[in-house]
């Protein structure tokens, strides 16, 4: 006998098979996004790879990529404005360098910032970042 419970109408959270206990169905989640954000000066020739990087960090760590922002310099303007704009979960850059050593608190304020080499997330709800 198959039994269902579910809370708000036409939606099944749980279900219960003849040989089987209750078992949590996974929930349907808005995806996360994210940005890439990579210097060009700074990545040279291996602009690229560097965007390679990124979208595969975005994929492993469970962000769907909207794009990559590729700069000259470092107008931060333009990256807080895009994720205003695009309402995004993370920023990610390929190293520390393309931040240009620092995590903009401004940034913080909108996003989290992932820095992929090394593998260093600062979130946007962090208070001693902030300060």
């Known amino acids: 006998m198959n039994k269902q419970v579910s809370d708000p109408p036409g939606v099944r959270w749980f279900t219960r098979g003849a040989n089987v206990g209750f078992a949590r169905r996974r929930r349907r989640t808005a995806a996360k996004t994210a940005v890439g954000y990579v210097r060009i000066d700074l990545a040279g020739p291996s602009r690229p790879h560097c965007e390679s990087l990124i979208r595969t960090a975005a994929d492993d760590l469970g962000y769907e990529l909207l794009g990559t922002l590729a700069l000259t310099a470092t107008p931060l303007t ?33 996003a989290d910032v992932i820095v992929i080499d090394p593998l260093i997330t600062y979130c946007r709800w962090d208070p001693q970042l902030l300060d």
């Open 78 to 110: 333009r990256l807080r404005f895009l994720a205003t704009e695009l309402a995004v979960d993370a920023v990610l850059c390929p190293t520390f360098a393309h931040l240009e050593g620092q995590v903009p608190a401004e940034l913080l304020t909108l």
